[in-house]
């Protein structure tokens, strides 16, 4: 299966975020809760900028 640049794109986009969410999720666990905001904040204007 060959991936076209904005499919290869898509995918990296998608990895990016669940790896942040899991990033959020963590922080929130220990308590950053000043990381989690930050982590939040880049996440909504990495879909909003999509």
Known sequence: MT????EI???AEQ????NYRERIRQAERSGEFALFEALR???R????TK
Not at 15 to 18: N, S, V
Not at 45 to 48: I, N
């Open 9 to 11: 794109d898509l995918k």
């Open 41 to 43: 904040d880049i996440i």
């Open 3 to 6: 991936l076209f640049f904005p």
């Open 15 to 18: 990895e990016t975020i669940k």
């Open 45 to 48: 204007q990495e879909q909003v």
